[in-house]
């Protein structure tokens, strides 16, 4: 039973460049999130899929988009990137409902550099 | 301002010795707090989780306490073993759907 996967594991842009991370959920799951981990930081959320659509969105600029495809499989897009958008994006897949008392299954992570 | 405090120094314990790790919070009111293992270039890990209502969760080697009213979980590893060694970090859940708000981490390092 697969895990969840993300693509690419590393990736180095310049600044100004648009990326694409993508993600595949666990089997079974039908919620991803994205959250964005900086150096020795903790994970922060950056937004939340389900039924391909954007449930919740933490505190970060319309830069940041994504989506859910059918396959419950997500994409996080950021344009005009800038230095301080390096850091490890991790993908997390969960089941909906139960007013969130849910675990997080997280997959390795993309690090993104910037140049 | 909300935050959520875990402490920024190592724990550096010994094998066999039991670790224990803090996570306090201000201006949060959550419904469930979690706790996650990370190793070096790898995600987060689900661990445990312990709902508001509940005092203390046991998983094999592994307790939770959660304090509303000292807003302050607790988590412990008894007989601490080498391959415990990584980060820790809390999690809490508020509101609905499946967001976490996460602390900073603490490094365990657990020595022969």
């Known amino acids: 039973d697969a895990g969840v996967t993300q693509s690419p594991t590393h990736l180095i842009k310049t600044r100004g460049q648009q990326v694409t991370l993508r993600c595949s959920p666990k089997s079974g799951h039908d919620t991803v999130s994205w959250y964005q981990q900086a150096l020795g930081q903790g994970p922060q959320f950056i937004f939340q899929?389900?039924?391909?659509?954007?449930?919740q969105r933490g505190n970060f600029p319309d830069r940041f988009s994504g989506h859910q495809f059918p396959n419950y499989s997500s994409e996080l897009n950021v344009n005009a990137l800038l230095l301080g958008d390096s850091a490890l994006y991790l993908c997390a897949s969960s089941h909906w409902g139960g007013q969130g008392a849910s675990a997080q299954h997280f997959g390795d992570g993309t690090r993104l550099s910037i140049l | 301002s909300q935050k959520i405090e875990q402490n920024s120094e190592a724990l550096n314990i010994q094998e066999g010795k039991t670790a224990t790790l803090t996570c306090n919070y201000t201006n949060y009111s959550p419904a469930y707090l979690q706790w996650y293992r990370q190793d070096p270039g790898r995600g987060p890990v689900f661990l445990l989780l312990?709902?508001?209502?509940?005092k203390e969760k046991r998983k094999e080697r592994l307790k939770v306490t959660f304090d509303t009213t000292l807003k302050q979980s607790l988590f412990h590893i008894t007989a601490s073993q080498p391959a415990d060694s990584a980060t820790y970090l809390c999690?809490?859940?508020?509101?609905?759907?499946?967001?976490?708000?996460f602390g900073t981490g603490t490094r365990l390092q657990v020595t022969l």
């Open positions: 312990i709902r508001e209502n509940e």
């Open positions: 999690a809490l859940h508020t509101g609905t759907a499946s967001k976490l708000t």
């Open positions: 899929y389900y039924e391909e659509e954007e449930r």
